[in-house]
């Protein structure tokens, strides 16, 4: 086992870039779109145009500014317009009397969350208009506020701990995304070093020797988890000390982790047992893995994706599991309790696909 676990090291060590790649990118990753979610205030520009345009724009930036971490200011037009194309505003809001448009050049998740709080407030407008009938609607606005601040009934949110509840942070959860999803690419290359192997002719000269085939598949898999747990301990070493993120009990964290690494470790060794040689394993891998945090809603705010199938599927990778232990400690504190089902479905995925993918290697011939 460890000639081979030695010699696995020393071509890594001799070119470090991948590794130093995949690491870089999973912190670059997160820190861009993990930091465009960010509850911080962003300034979004708003106008019209028409004869009463200074009034609408004046209606319109008391009711948007009721939203809470955007802040919205009357722009020129042709300013805002320009900033948008030149990408220094990622949107404007183009207001109307009773309607809007957005005015974009992309479609990151900042913009589609500012597009929902803004449809929210001109859909609660519309109905308090329709409401007021023939009163006056600021007069009918007031009464409303007045009514909501002294309800017949009040009702407050609390968790099971009797707390208030937290909100959902996107950062985080792209962090934990992002990282455990570069560590898929690495641990699935490295895994592939055995088809490498076998097709190359090392791996029958390597059974002529001493070493056995036990010790051949331990060298290669321990590998590939020490390699992809490396990665995954750098990245989160360097949001919790260095770029101060708050990540909770960090040794829970790590021990998710090296669940999740041992999970994709078996995952991986899968589909090296599907596919009969290393560039098959690389198409395909490559190919399917991308799709995966898509089908998970990493990317997305939880309870986006509510489709049963795409909800099955997401469950058969450790993906899913591993992000959703890693959130339930960094956000709400769990304990080992509270995250032993996810911990135990990658397990699960861990032992049924090593399992199925060494025999499928071992009877494959040729």
Not at 210 to 216: A, C, F, P
Not at 301 to 320: E, H, Y
Request: charged share 15%; glycine share 6%; aromatic share 10%.
């Amino acid at each position: 086992m460890f000639p081979v676990f030695k010699a696995q090291l020393r071509k890594d060590i001799r070119k470090p870039l991948t590794v130093i790649l995949f690491i870089v990118a999973s912190i670059v990753a997160s820190l861009i779109f993990g930091g465009s979610t960010e509850q911080e205030e962003t300034t979004v520009a708003i106008f019209s145009s028409g004869s009463d345009a200074k009034e609408i724009e004046e209606k319109w930036e008391g009711l948007l500014n009721d939203i809470e971490s955007v802040n919205f200011v009357i722009t020129d037009e042709e300013k805002a317009r320009e900033d948008v194309v030149e990408g220094r505003r990622d949107v404007a809001i183009h207001v109307m009397e009773n309607d809007y448009r957005l005015v974009t050049s992309s479609h990151m998740p900042q913009v589609q969350m500012i597009e929902q709080q803004v449809h929210e407030v001109f859909t609660k407008e519309a109905q308090l208009t329709a409401a007021a009938g023939n009163q006056s609607t600021e007069q009918f606005r007031d009464e409303m506020e007045d009514y909501m601040n002294n309800p017949p009934f009040q009702v407050q949110t609390l968790s099971l701990q009797n707390e208030n509840l937290l909100k959902h942070d996107m950062g985080l959860q792209l962090l934990f995304g992002f990282t455990l999803f570069a560590a898929m690419f690495i641990i699935g290359f490295k895994v592939n070093g055995i088809t490498a192997d076998k097709v190359s002719g090392i791996w029958d000269r390597m059974i002529l020797s001493s070493v056995s085939k036990t010790s051949m598949y331990s060298g290669h898999l321990i590998y590939s988890f020490c390699i992809g747990f490396f990665q995954m301990f750098i990245v989160l070493l360097v949001f919790q000390y260095l770029i101060g993120y708050d990540l909770g009990n960090f040794s829970m964290i790590l021990s998710i982790a090296a669940v999740y690494t041992l999970s994709m470790v078996s995952l991986a060794m899968l589909l090296t047992g599907i596919l009969r040689t290393p560039e098959q394993f690389n198409m395909v891998f490559s190919s399917v893995i991308p799709m995966i945090p898509i089908v998970s809603g990493i990317y997305m705010p939880p309870g986006t994706i509510s489709n049963s199938i795409l909800l099955f599927i997401a469950d058969l990778f450790p993906l899913t599991h591993g992000v959703e232990a890693m959130i339930e400690v960094a956000l709400y504190d769990a304990s080992w309790n509270d995250i032993a089902l996810p911990i135990a479905l990658m397990l699960l995925i861990g032992v049924v696909c090593m399992g199925v993918g060494v025999n499928m290697v071992e009877r494959r011939k040729g």
